[in-house]
C-alpha cells in the first residue's frame, strides 16, 4: 500500500501522483494521512485504483473521479464528487452541501446524513445515502437515482428531469413539478440492487419513489408569474 | 466569500489560550477572504467599569489628546491602553454618555468600535495574520470571541467596512454573504433616525438588529425577523456577553460548521478552521440547520 502524508507532503503533488495511476498499475492502494479539511483532495482520478482517506476532508473530495473508488473515513465538505463520470465514492460520516452534483456516473455512498442540495443537476450518477438529506436535493436532477434511507427537507426534485428519487423517510415538501410515483417491479429491482451494493440493510418495500410531473417541459403561460 | 470563525469555551482553563486558539482559526480562513479581518475577544472586567474601543486614522495624536482631556472633562479616572489604531478605555459606565460626547468634541475623527463590559472590537484592513499581530490578539485571553475576513462584495475595502459591527452594548455582528435589500433598508432605518455610515450591507445588518432591539425585541427576535425582512445571502454569527448566536438564511449556500466537546462550541466557515482544536476528532460536528437560530451561553 502507498502512504501518502498530507502533513509533510503538498496536496499538488498527491492529486499529480494518482491522476498519473493508469489501468495498468500496480499501485492500486493508496492511503492519504492528514487530509484535516483540505479541498479538492483526490480529484481527477482516472484509473481504477483504491484510495482511502483518513480523516475528514473540505470542499470537492473526489471530484471528476473516474474508475477509482475512493474511501472517506470521516467527512466531507460541499461537492463532494462533483461532476464523477465512473467509479465509487463512500463517506463514512457526513456530507456538505451538493453532494455528487452534476455527476454523470458512479455510485456516491454517504453513510451518515446529507446537507442541502444533495444530487442537484445530477445527470446519471446514483447516490445512496443512509441518514438525512437537506432542502432542495435533486434540484433540476436530469438523470440517475438519488436513493435517501432517512427523511428529506423542504423542496424535493424542484424542476426535476427524468432522476430517480427513493425516500425511505418523510419528506418535508416537494418542489416544483415533482410527485410521488408508483413504485413497480423494475424500480426495486434498481432499488434493491443500489441498496446491495452499497451495504444498506434498508429494504426496498420501506421506501417511496418521487418523479418528475412533467408539466415544465414545455412553456405554459400559467406557470409565468 | 469571506470566512467566518468563532469560539465559545465551557472549560475556562482555556480562556488564556482564546485569543491564540481564535487567531488560528481566522489564519486558516485567509483565502476566503484577503482585504480586511477583525476579531471581537470577550474577557471580564474588574468592578463597574466599561470599556470603549476606540479607532483612530491618526492614533498617536487622537490618543494623546483622549489620554491628556477625557478624564478632565467627564470628571471620572479613564485608564486608555493603545494597541496600534485602536486603544481600549476603561471607565465607570455611568459616565459612558458623557464619555462618548466628550470624544466627539476632542477627537471627531475617532470611531468607537464596541462598548461593553467585556467585549473589545478590533478590525483592520489586510490579512488575518497582519490583523491579529498588529492588535497583539494572540495574547489575549477571554471567554469567547468572533472573527472575520472579509471579501468584499458590497462596498469598499476600508476600515469601517470590516467586520465585526457593533450591534450595541456587549454585541457584535459578523457576516458571510451578501444582502441585496441594504439599499432600501438603509433608507428606511436612516428615516427613523438610526446612524449609518458606510455603504456596506453589513452594517445595515447590524444597524437593523439594534433598531430592532430599541423596539423592544429580544436579539433572538431580532434574528428571527432578519429571515423576514434581509433579502440576500447571510450566514450571520452574533456574539453577546455570555456567548454567541448563529443563523443562517433559509436558502444556506454560505457555508457553516459547528463542533462541540465538552471544553467548547466552535464555528466556521469551513472544517479547516477547526481542525487544530483541542480532541476535534472526539467531537460533534455538524451543520447549522437554515433559517434557525442557535444561542450558546455561560
Redesign the interface.
Known sequence: MQVFDLESNPLRELNATLQLQNSDTNQVNWEVQNP????AIAVGLDAPIEVRVK?????YLGGMNQKAQITVDG?V??GVAENMMSGTVIVEG?A??YAGATGHGGLLVIKGNA??RCGISMKGIDIVVFGDV???SAFMAQSGNLVVCGDVGDALGDSLYEARLFVRGSVKSLGADCMEKEMREEHLDILSNLLKVSGSKAKAEEFRRYGSARKLYNFNIDNAY | MCGIVGLFLKDQSLAPNLGLMLTNMLITMTERGPDSAGIAIYNSVSNENLKLTVQSSNPEVDFGLIKNNLSLMIESSVSVEIKDTHAVLKLSGEKITLARQALAKICPGVRVMSVGEKVEIFKEVGLPREVADRFSISKMSGSHGIGHTRMATESAVTTMGAHPFSTGQDQCLVHNGSLSNHNSLRRKLKRQGVLIETENDTEVGAAYLSYKMQQGSTLEEALESCLKDLDGFFTFVVGTKDGFGVVRDPIACKPAIMAETDQYVAFGSEYRALVDLPKIEDAKVWEPEPATVYFWSH
Open positions: 484535516k479539511g483540505r479541498h480523516g475528514s476532508t473540505g470542499y467527512s465538505g460541499p457526513d456538505s452541501q446537507s442541502s437537506g432542502h432542495m
